[in-house]
């Protein structure tokens, strides 16, 4: 840094005298020599710095501070500063989830989101019998879910997601979770296979019973019929059989009810409902509501209850029957054969 001397001359007259006004104006120049600074993953070339000084607002004074930038802003009533440069690529983490199925794992996942220049071009999944790993990873490419077969049924394994950028890279390792897969598990079946109406007759409607030979005056359950499934998709229950039919003469039958109807005494009449307790089961329409229906025949099945996912849990369904003939009824012997099947769906 050098210092100069400089003079300024200005000659003011007049006519009665003169002077000589002598101005020295004294300033200075800078000279600055910066230095490089490197590491082993960057160089900075011809770092520029600026004369020390000082800010001050009402609460602070900042005096001649020279420092690394950081992320984000600061401000005060006279100045604001705005940083930057020291922000970073990031990704969200994928959040995976499974289902276990027999001897397999239904797994997936949220997709990664990239910001900043990261791209998330596929997804690994890794997978072990320890909680915590190591992991054997397979990649799945760009994909959000994986069918995983060939498990061992009881037996626990730790899953999880880890998204790849372009170049292959693991940039992001989603959170592990259990999956243990399990055998299936079906139960059906109904506990009496005989139920009685009794005599009909125009005066009065008739409710079938599993215990007395007479029927009942009165609704009662006639039977029941119970489900339980681990299907991922639950199950179904069907009746197929035709309607109450003679013994004498096969064309003489007692009128089904095709809609849920109420029970109407003088009217030709046969139907059934359900009434559906635990688990996730339910009765299926027209069989749901306080009237009776019937709609399968000898050739065809009428759905009356199901599932839409295994819950490994009982269903108890509670069958009911009803019955009414007019005075024009064929007189006769009267039976209905019917079959109950359940169909779960794996």
Request: glycine fraction near 8%; charged fraction near 5%; include cysteine.
């Amino acid at each position: 840094m050098k210092w100069r001397y400089c003079s300024i001359n200005i000659l003011f007259s007049n006519k009665k005298s003169a002077a000589l006004l002598f101005l020295g104006l004294l300033f200075s120049t800078h000279t600055l020599y910066a230095e490089e600074f490197t590491s082993s993953s960057y160089k900075v070339l011809d770092p520029a710095l600026s004369p020390s000084g000082f800010a001050t607002s009402s609460s602070y004074q900042l005096w001649s501070s020279l420092s690394e930038t950081a992320v984000g802003t600061s401000s005060s009533a006279s100045y604001q500063a705005k940083s930057g440069f020291l922000s970073f690529p990031s990704i969200t983490l994928p959040i995976i989830s499974g289902t276990a199925g027999d001897g397999s794992a239904a797994l997936s996942w949220t997709a990664s989101q990239g910001y900043l220049g990261w791209t998330v071009t596929s997804y690994s999944v890794g997978q072990s019998t320890v909680s915590g790993g190591p992991y054997t990873y397979t990649n799945v490419g760009n994909t959000l879910s994986l069918s995983q077969n060939g498990l061992i049924n009881g037996t626990s394994y730790y899953f999880v997601v880890v998204a790849n950028d372009f170049f292959g890279n693991a940039v992001g390792t989603s959170t592990q979770i259990m999956v243990t897969p399990v055998a299936p598990v079906f139960t059906f079946s109904i506990n009496t296979n005989t139920v009685y109406l009794g005599t009909l007759s125009t005066g009065a409607t008739q409710f079938a019973s599993s215990t007395n030979a007479n029927g009942s005056s009165a609704e009662v359950q006639a039977h029941t019929v119970i489900v339980n499934t681990t299907a991922n998709s639950g199950y179904t229950v069907s009746v197929r059989g035709q309607t109450l039919t003679s013994a004498q003469n096969q064309t003489s039958i007692i009128a089904p009810l095709l809609s849920n109807t109420a029970p109407s005494i003088g009217q030709e009449q046969f139907g059934m409902r359900l009434q559906a307790s635990g688990g996730i089961g339910s009765v299926t329409t027209p069989y749901a509501a306080s009237g009776f229906a019937f709609l399968s025949t000898a050739t065809t099945s009428s759905q009356i209850a199901s599932a839409v996912t295994g819950d490994n849990a009982t269903t108890t369904y509670s069958v009911r029957y009803m019955s009414n003939i007019t005075a024009t009824s064929k007189a006769g012997s009267y039976s209905a054969n019917l079959v109950f099947v359940a169909t779960p769906n794996f």
